[in-house]
Structure formats: structure tokens, C-alpha cells
């Protein structure tokens, strides 16, 4: 063979598959595929953003100081601990790569964030994937898969797709039956919108560990998800790891000047809680109502089982509400085929889901 060599396994990585966020109709789509928050963006981190445009032709400041310095404040963080990426996606490749090599194992939960997989592979690491229990990450089976090869443990925690998630308490076992040598990396993308006393993000255990880092992101509660702008915790090591091997300017201009003005805008976050706390327990109690198998979610977005097999399958729901105008997420790649999720929606969204729904299933009743 000629021409230039691809690096072994590249070709075999399968690539992500993102929500739909189209289709060839003339009706107004409702977009419930890709968990983003159905209340748009801050009025003042648009206006931060469309501000950005006078210096467009300028690079963006490498450091994101005023970001991270505006993060460091909203969460109590000391800046110099945090590194902003193009989206959170970029973060966990970059962990990868500092972290995992050639033949190394990179362990996580079966059903978690599609992205594990894919960043292991792209290092030539190997991916272990853990057995998960009741489609939820469970410490003792990643505890089991771990060994003298594992570098990195992935958790998404909540979990995206199944809206999962381990308590703190939990969280704090697997670190510490975790061997030192491996980093434990917390996703917390959806943190803001959990309100349990027994969640917490992660951040308390990077201020007392070395091997342990948390994720977060501006595209979910913040609206900001095509703007790309992701960040994280970690420890002093860490820090300098990644700021050797990171692009220098990952973290855009407009990203990082729409994110300073998001992180301020705290009456949009309470709204969108707010939203949040309504819906999901509405859209959970309104399935269970039709009969439907509802996994609990903590997140904004809820996961229902469907039968098996036709006329009801996963496959033809989601065609079915396709049709209607409304794209859920099918999650065969996630291992979930008889599965569908939905992100929260705006009040007319949820309504017409759970009307569509109700009318389907309700049919021949
Ligand atoms: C668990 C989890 N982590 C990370 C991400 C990626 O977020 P970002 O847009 O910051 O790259 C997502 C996006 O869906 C997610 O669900």
C-alpha cells in the first residue's frame, strides 16, 4: 500500500453520531435529540457575543483569564486550577491524550458518554467497558475492571443517555478503591441542573486528590452549546499537562466573551431550574400515565424503554414522532436499541410529545 499510514485503530474507531437536528419537512421540528436547554441564551451572553464581533480579526486571549477568572467566581474555584476547551468533548480527548497511550486501559460504565470510547481509541488505548446495573454506572463493576493497566476512569455523572447517577458518597468509594495511579475523570455536564442533597459534582474531591478531575460545560443549562466553550478542575499537574498539549486557542473569542456574561446572568439559570424542575417530573408522570417503562432522571432529559418489537419498538416510535415533527434521540449506539430520549422541551414541546404519545398509544385502546 501506498501514501501516508493511519495510525492502527483509527479506521476502526466508529465515529459519534449526534442527535438529528433536521429532517425533510415543512413543519416546525421540535429538537428534543442533543439535551440542549429549550430556553435559548442568555439575552446578556448574546449581547457579549454579538459585541465580540469588533474583534473578530484579533486571536482571542490563550489564557481565558477573564473566563476562568469569571468561573473561578461563580463556583468558588481557584482559577488557575481550571482550563477552558472548545466544548468539554475537547477536555476529555485532551485527558486522554495526557493520560493514555498505546495499549493502556481506559475504563467506564456501559451506556455512559459515547466520547469515552472514542478518546481512548483515538490514543490507541483500550476501552473497558464495565457492566452497568440498572443502566446506571456501578462502582463495584468498574471497581472489578480495573487494573494494573487502567490510566483513566470516565464517569458521567449525571449520566447521559440514562439521566443515572451516583451519590457522592458513591463517587467517593470508587475513588478511593481506585487504584493512585489511575485518574478519575467526573463529567459533570448536567450538574446544574441536579438537585439532590446527595449529588455533588466532584469538585470537593480535586481539592483533597491528585488524580481526580471534574468536567463541566457551557452547552447545556448556559445555551451555549454551538458556541463550544467547555472547562475544568483539576489538579496543579493536571493543569500543566494540558496547557502543554492543548491548542493554544481553544477556547474561542466569542465563546469565551458569551460565557463571562452567561456565568453572570443568574436570574436565566434560576429560570432555567426552574423550567427543569417543572417539566421532568411532568413528562415522567405523564408517560408513566400512558403506560410507558420511564427511567428516573436527574438530568433534563428522561429515557423510556419500549417494547421490543414491532408495531412498538423504539424504532418506530421514533419514526412515528419524526413524522410529527418531534426528533427524539435513538440510542442503539449507546447499547439501548429499545430505547428513546428525550431532552426537556418548552411547555408547548412537552405537551405536544406527551399528546403525540398518548394518541399513538392509546390508538386501539
Ligand atoms: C455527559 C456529557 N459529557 C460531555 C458532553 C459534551 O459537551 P460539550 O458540548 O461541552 O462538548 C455531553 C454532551 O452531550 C454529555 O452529555
Not at 500500500?1 to 429532517?23: E, F, H, K, N
Not at 451506556?111 to 462502582?139: K, N, R, T, W
Not at 436565566?268 to 426552574?274: L, P
Amino acid at each position: 500500500m501506498t501514501g501516508p499510514r493511519i495510525q492502527p485503530g483509527v479506521l476502526d474507531i466508529a465515529p459519534y453520531v449526534p442527535g438529528l437536528s433536521s429532517a425533510p419537512t415543512d413543519r416546525r421540528l421540535v429538537k428534543m435529540s442533543s439535551n440542549e436547554t429549550p430556553l435559548g441564551t442568555s439575552p446578556r451572553a448574546v449581547e457579549a457575543y454579538l459585541g465580540s464581533r469588533e474583534t473578530l480579526h484579533r486571536y482571542p486571549d490563550g489564557a481565558a483569564v477573564q473566563l476562568r477568572a469569571a468561573i473561578g467566581d461563580r463556583y468558588g474555584l481557584d482559577p488557575e486550577r481550571i482550563v477552558c476547551g472548545n466544548g468539554s468533548d475537547d477536555l476529555l480527548y485532551l485527558l486522554a491524550t495526557a493520560y493514555a497511550g498505546s495499549g493502556d486501559e481506559v475504563l467506564f460504565a456501559k451506556h455512559s458518554f459515547a466520547i469515552y470510547e472514542i478518546a481512548a481509541q483515538s490514543v490507541g488505548a483500550v476501552p473497558v467497558i464495565a457492566p452497568a446495573c440498572m443502566l446506571g454506572s456501578d462502582v463495584d463493576s468498574l471497581l472489578n475492571h480495573a487494573g494494573p493497566n487502567t490510566r483513566i476512569c470516565y464517569l458521567a455523572n449525571p449520566n447521559n443517555p440514562t439521566g443515572t447517577f451516583l451519590s457522592s458518597d458513591e463517587v467517593g468509594r470508587l475513588r478511593k478503591g481506585l487504584p493512585d495511579s489511575v485518574l478519575l475523570v467526573i463529567d459533570a455536564a448536567y450538574a446544574e441542573y441536579v438537585r439532590r442533597e446527595d449529588y455533588s459534582d466532584g469538585i470537593e474531591l480535586v481539592d483533597c486528590h491528585d488524580n481526580v478531575v471534574v468536567t463541566r460545560t457551557f452547552s447545556k443549562i448556559y445555551g451555549l452549546a454551538a458556541l463550544r466553550l467547555g472547562w475544568l478542575y483539576g489538579p496543579p499537574k493536571l493543569v500543566d499537562a494540558l496547557n502543554r498539549i492543548r491548542c493554544p486557542f481553544n477556547a474561542n473569542g466569542a465563546a469565551q466573551a458569551a460565557g463571562v456574561a452567561a456565568l453572570g446572568d443568574t436570574n436565566f439559570i434560576d429560570a432555567a431550574v426552574a423550567h427543569n424542575e417543572q417539566w421532568l417530573p411532568w413528562l415522567e408522570n405523564e408517560f408513566k400515565n400512558i403506560g410507558l417503562t420511564v427511567h428516573p432522571s436527574i438530568a433534563n432529559f428522561v429515557l423510556i424503554e419500549f417494547d421490543h418489537s414491532p408495531p412498538r419498538s423504539a424504532a418506530e416510535v421514533y419514526n412515528y414522532l419524526l413524522g410529527n415533527g418531534v426528533i427524539g434521540r435513538e440510542l442503539n449506539g449507546y447499547g439501548l436499541p429499545d430505547c428513546l430520549r428525550f431532552s426537556v422541551g418548552l411547555k408547548e414541546d412537552n405537551r405536544l410529545l406527551v399528546d403525540l404519545m398518548t394518541r399513538y398509544f392509546k390508538a386501539d385502546e
